[in-house]
């Protein structure tokens, strides 16, 4: 079955440790993306990558890490969590990044204490 | 500043009724346009995308239009059902070759019996 998957689907962290949260695609894309989602602010940008190797800023970069070393994982890593970076996590991707549906995976809910 | 804003923020409307959402964005150059719908807690899935040269596009009983000229999008759903209860979110990607994606905040839509 094509999907994206994310693990863990829930964490709970306290402030200072480090975390990475995975995501993996089965369908050979080009395009990875990860967002997070928060009440009032919808859906932002944090990193995407257009292939394996390339990773770009979104718009909201600041406190997060990616790596897209294959084509099929792209981790998401915070160094140094703090409680702002509390929100629920997607990763998605597609074909290329702009003609193409993009496939969301089922969110990371992250807590940081 | 790039930036896509919806209304309503939120609607209410009974089951079988018809609806429309709105769009609008400042994003410059724009390539794309795209509908996704969001249900509670799982990752968005799209319904249609858009180049500036399509007017509209049909997904079953979704339908969005475009007008690329007064930067405005709509997502007209009809004869409601119970599971079109979600947020749906519009998504502007500015240019053909960056993978950067620019979310509105959604608007949240309940149907009632």
């Known amino acids: 079955e094509a999907q994206v998957t994310q693990n863990p689907r829930y964490l709970i962290t306290v402030t200072g440790k480090k975390l990475t949260v995975t995501c993996s695609q089965n369908?050979?894309?080009?395009?990875m993306s990860w967002y997070r989602q928060d009440p009032g602010l919808g859906l932002r940008q944090i990193y995407y990558?257009?292939?394996?190797?390339?990773?770009d800023k979104g718009d909201v970069p600041e406190g997060y890490k990616v790596s897209r070393k294959e084509k099929r994982n792209f981790p998401l890593i915070l160094e140094s969590p703090s409680p702002n970076q509390t929100s629920l996590y997607f990763c998605?991707?597609?074909?290329?990044?702009?003609?193409?549906?993009?496939?969301f995976g089922p969110g990371t809910r992250l807590t940081v204490l | 500043k790039n930036q896509v804003e919806q209304s309503p923020q939120s609607l209410i409307i009974l089951e079988g009724k018809n609806c429309t959402l709105q769009?609008?964005?400042?994003?410059?150059?724009?390539?794309?346009l795209r509908w996704y719908k969001q249900d509670t807690g799982r990752g968005p899935v799209s319904l249609t995308i858009?180049?500036?040269?399509?007017n509209t596009k049909s997904n079953g009983r979704y339908t969005a239009t475009l007008d690329a000229d007064t930067k405005q999008s709509s997502l007209h759903i009809t004869a409601s059902q119970l599971s079109d209860s979600a947020s749906y979110i519009c998504?502007?990607?500015?240019?053909?070759?960056?993978?950067?994606?620019?979310f509105g905040q959604g608007t949240t839509l309940q149907v009632k019996p």
């Open positions: 998504v502007v990607t500015g240019s053909s070759n960056t993978g950067k994606l620019i």
């Open positions: 369908m050979n894309h080009e395009y």
């Open positions: 769009c609008n964005y400042t994003v410059s150059p724009f390539s794309n």
């Open positions: 998605a991707s597609s074909w290329a990044s702009s003609y193409n549906e993009q496939f």
């Open positions: 858009m180049t500036f040269s399509e």
């Open positions: 990558s257009m292939n394996v190797e390339v990773t």
